[in-house]
């Protein structure tokens, strides 16, 4: 696709992160059935043991992930897309954003512990269609074929998980001390587990072998991890968190804080950190 075909011209705003839709000419393509070690486009090659998707979208999709509060979609792109939403950071710096979004009916939905920054989607900036293609950050070329349609999927994924069920739903929500010690339940965040906390915790609680679970960015994780920790400290034995970003690392370390204050030993370690045997 070159950036002069109609229907690809226009940018993604600068706040975004992302590379422009009149870029195009550099997309990352897929072969429908890529040989073993093929490279379209200077990108990797679809992984041989999976199924190449098809990468066909008839919806007018606008889905982006934004990591700056002064970051604004582009009108004409709201005005084209059928289908626009927009998963945005946790935090009163994004309140304003959240209130432009919502003045123009587009459905938002909060990640608490990610930002992230890119988009997929059918539209670019300017209205014009496109085929589906996924943008990421600055400085990576973007992507159609499978790699958009993966890319969609995981936003459809984590969209799903964001979203913000009534507290007090019986058919979605389990009461924390249901589930746990009424001592434990004092020490979790909320008052009562999602579908996939409610779906983890009894494995983790009677379980004595590895456990890994698998859910999306915003699914609720996080008090999945502490049920854990606090069984372990419940045998007598320590818990050790890791997290692949520092930022992570202040978040957790807020969350527990509520632990130190009920005599739980919580340590905090990250790179400037020093061990010594």
């Not at 093929?38 to 090659?45: I, L, M, N």
């Not at 539209?123 to 990421?136: F, M, Q, S």
Request: aromatic share 6%.
């Amino acid at each position: 696709m070159r950036s002069d075909e109609a229907g690809t011209q226009g940018s993604v705003s600068a706040g975004l992160g992302v590379k422009r839709y009149d870029q195009l000419n550099a997309i990352t393509r897929v072969p429908a059935q890529p040989g073993p070690g093929v490279r379209a486009g200077g990108g990797p090659a679809w992984p041989q043991d999976l199924a190449v998707p098809d990468g066909t979208e008839p919806r007018a999709l606008a889905w982006w992930k934004a990591a700056d509060p002064a970051w604004r979609p582009a009108e004409a792109a709201l005005a084209a897309a059928e289908d626009a939403r927009v998963i945005l950071p946790d935090g009163p710096e994004y309140e304003e954003l959240r209130g432009w979004l919502e003045e123009r009916d587009v459905p938002c939905r909060v990640s608490r512990y990610w930002e992230e920054a890119g988009q997929v989607g059918t539209v670019n900036d300017t209205g014009g269609r496109t085929e589906l293609v996924t943008a990421g950050l600055e400085g990576a070329d973007p992507a159609a074929g499978p790699w958009a349609v993966a890319a969609r999927d995981a936003f459809t994924a984590q969209w799903d998980a964001l979203e913000e069920l009534p507290e007090g739903d019986a058919d979605t929500y389990v009461p924390v001390g249901t589930l746990v010690p009424a001592d434990w339940a004092e020490l979790l965040p909320h008052p009562s587990f999602n579908p996939v906390q409610a779906a983890a915790v009894p494995e983790v609680l009677e379980g004595r072998g590895h456990l890994v679970v698998v859910a999306p960015t915003g699914a609720g994780k996080t008090p999945i991890g502490m049920v854990a920790a606090l069984e372990a400290y419940a045998r007598g034995r320590k818990a050790a968190w890791l997290v692949p970003q520092r930022s992570l690392t202040d978040e957790l370390d807020r969350d527990l804080q509520l632990w130190r204050s009920r005599g739980l030993r919580v340590v905090r370690l990250t790179g400037e950190a020093a061990l010594r045997a």
